[in-house]
């Protein structure tokens, strides 16, 4: 044992420091009972409440709760004594993204990687309401596999914390990633001043130095709000005009993230453009090479379905223990907070299991849902597009009561659960209409109803 | 609801005082941390003062906040109640509340998961699982689903799984079978297990600003 290992809160073997920021330092850790690596910044409460922080500091955990994305470094838990407040956060090891670039341009296919891992991201903490408003490379790190990581979420702000205008008005970030509208210190649409930064970012990374520079701050300022920039010669065409749209100074019609994802350079990089050089080389193949993706999995979809069609799904027969775990008495889910929303819901049919299982069958296809896998009792469904946390899989349990009555589980097992919410509540749930006879906790929902309309 | 609204007015007026045990005894004794006992107390109070406020969860708020409903009785939920109610006083207490859900957290140990099931399934509290609870809870539970199944069919499903639980033949479960069983069928426990908790320190972060953990 080394005599100099700081243990913290009896929990975590501090490390060396990785880095300094406002409130406090960061340092590296690792759990005493897990041995997982974690990093964790130590903020002086003194300095917080000093500064009138607090608040900030509550809501900056409450925000980044509800962030668990692939490409956002995750915060685990917070600790605190007398004097300090500790946020334990993933820790990546590949350091910042700001190294690799600080040694040259990158890639184009590794730049397309980072690029559409940060758009994802960023798609992601969007759709939860939440803006970054200070990605830059020095926010973007890596992890041990390449993988990129966004931190530090310690200036967002809630899509709450707007003006009735519905603008963010607070002025923060670094000028040579800085849209021009937070500039001009005018109210801001988070999400557009968000996509301006990751055009910076990608041309970063594509071109090894920033599209905006300039010695005097003030030529500088003026470059960024006439969106003045030169893509070096080497950016491939459809890179080029990606890059206008996304460093377009008017907000307003800046491109929008759904749109980014659609374009052709976000969806193949350079590889498509290959793959497509070689269709037209080769005209014979042409007409099914020109998007190779999806040819793929098209066919892959359809060896599954052959290969699965020789395991007949048989529903698991449920047994009287079984039964009484579904008490909504029993689950205690509901004593913590309403947005905790379920990953699942059941339903009871008195169909046979065939039935109900060439529903699904037939939901699956309409949805273009590929059948994974079919298991006892168990279809496994999974979303050909990519979706904001990869591809969405929902699992389908089927449980026998009695030939003619099933109890059946719908959840989630993989994506963005506000994706998932939509197919379940906007096309699963209507689909099976017919065949459920009833979805639990919609009774008690109703009878809940009356009674709040009787009281 | 009326009758609790009046409840409400006496109880505030004598409203006792609850001395509460030192969070490091709490934490000492459970799986969790200080800081989590502390975060914990957010969501005690939040639950305890919602009909009520007097340091104390009563069944009507028990319900609430698991029905979001005051007066919907439920077979389990009560018996939960029960379990959580160590010192059968008819309120839950912060030291019974945490040291209960400790049993829920995804560290406690699966042998206190299966011995709080067991319990928690012993209606009569004699020490057995019998045929005719497990019937009482099935039913309960099909009820509360507004499902109906025939009878001898419960029946069947009741008597089926009671073969398979009680190896010793002698018509009722005791621990000794059903810790067998339940290790041999993990997902029965998964009912046992809150993935929250271990959360807990992010949704109720406000307890950073006053905790009393040295430095």
Redesign the interface.
């Known amino acids: 044992m080394e005599k100099t290992t700081k243990v913290l ?1 009896k ?1 975590y073997e501090l490390g060396r420091l990785l880095g300094q920021g406002t409130f406090g330092k960061v340092y590296y850790g690792k759990s005493k009972i897990t041995n997982q690596s974690v990093a964790i910044k130590m903020i002086d ?1 003194d300095k917080v409440i000093r500064n009138e922080q ?1 608040d900030n ?2 809501r900056e ?2 925000i ?2 509800l962030i668990k994305h692939p490409n956002v470094i995750q ?1 685990f ?9 500790y946020f334990v956060i993933e820790y990546a090891k590949g350091g910042e993204l700001f190294e690799k670039v600080a040694k040259g341009k990158l890639k184009e296919e590794v730049a397309h990687k980072y690029f559409k891992q940060l758009v994802s991201a960023v798609d992601f903490c969007h759709s939860r309401g939440v803006y970054h408003r200070d990605i830059k490379p020095e926010n973007i790190l890596l992890d041990e596999n390449e993988n990129l990581k966004v931190s530090d979420f310690g200036l967002s702000a809630f899509a709450e914390s707007k003006r009735q205008d519905g603008l963010l008005h607070t002025t923060c970030g670094t000028p040579a990633y800085v849209a021009p509208e937070v500039i001009k210190r005018k109210g801001y649409d988070g999400a557009k001043a968000d996509i301006w930064s990751c055009g910076v970012v990608l041309f970063v990374l594509l071109a090894g130095y920033v599209p905006f520079n300039d010695t005097n701050l003030m030529e500088m300022y003026k470059k960024v709000s006439k969106g003045d920039f030169k893509c070096p010669n080497w950016f491939p065409k459809n890179v080029k005009k990606l890059m206008c749209k996304m460093l377009d100074p008017n907000p307003d019609t800046r491109i929008s993230i759904d749109k980014i994802k659609r374009c052709s350079w976000f969806k193949y990089g350079a590889n498509g453009r290959q793959k497509k050089d070689e269709g037209e080389n080769k005209t014979t193949l042409s007409c099914v090479t020109t998007n190779p993706s999806d040819q793929r999995d098209e066919t892959r979809s359809d060896d599954l379905e052959v290969e699965a069609k020789e395991e007949p799904v048989v529903p698991v027969s ?20 309403d947005s ?1 929303k379920k990953r699942e819901a059941k339903f ?1 049919s008195r169909q046979p299991a065939s039935v109900i299982i060439s529903r699904l069958e037939e939901i699956a296809k309409r949805l273009k849902l590929k059948i994974k896998k079919r298991a006892a009792g168990l279809l496994k469904l999974e979303r050909v597009d990519e979706g904001r946390k990869g591809n969405l899989a929902i699992d389908a349990e089927i449980f026998e ?2 030939p003619f ?1 099933h109890l059946v589980e719908v959840k989630k097992s993989n994506g963005d659960t506000l994706e998932y919410h939509k197919i379940l509540n906007e096309d699963i749930r209507p689909a099976l209409q017919d065949i459920v ?2 979805w ?1 906790g919609e ?2 929902e109703q ?2 109803q009356q ?1 709040q309309s009787q ?1 | 609801m009326s009758i609790s609204m009046s409840c409400f007015c006496l109880m505030k007026s004598s409203r006792p005082k609850i001395k509460r045990e030192p969070f490091s005894f709490l934490a000492l004794e459970t799986s969790f941390t200080v800081n989590e006992v502390e975060a914990l107390l957010y969501l005690f109070k939040k639950l305890s003062s919602s009909i009520v406020d007097d340091g104390c969860i009563h069944k009507e708020e028990f319900q609430l906040a698991l029905f979001r409903n005051s007066s919907k009785q439920n077979l389990l939920a009560n018996r939960v109640f029960d379990m959580f109610d160590i010192k059968c006083n008819g309120v839950i207490e912060f030291g019974e509340f945490v040291r209960s859900l400790s049993i829920f957290h995804p560290k406690a140990s699966e042998e206190k998961k299966i011995e709080f099931a067991f319990k928690l399934f012993d209606l009569g509290k004699n020490g057995y699982i019998e045929h005719c609870e497990v019937k009482e809870m099935v039913l309960a539970t099909l009820t509360e689903s507004e499902v109906t199944i025939p009878d001898d069919i419960v029946e069947s499903i009741v008597e089926k799984t009671m073969k398979e639980v009680d190896s010793k033949g002698d018509g009722k479960i005791d621990m000794e079978e059903w810790k067998e069983y339940a290790e041999k069928n993990p997902s029965l426990l998964k009912i046992m297990t809150l993935p929250y908790l271990k959360d807990i320190t992010l949704a109720f972060p406000s307890f950073v600003l006053h905790t009393e953990v040295e430095d």
């Open positions: 809160m929990r409460k607090a500091i509550i955990i409450s980044m709760r915060l838990e917070v600790m605190a004594s007398k004097g300090k407040i449920i047994n009287a223990f079984d039964i009484i775990s579904l008490s909504s008495g029993f689950n205690l889910c509901g004593i913590f907070e905790f009871t009561v009695t009555f006879w009833v639990q009774l008690h009878s809940e009674q009281s």
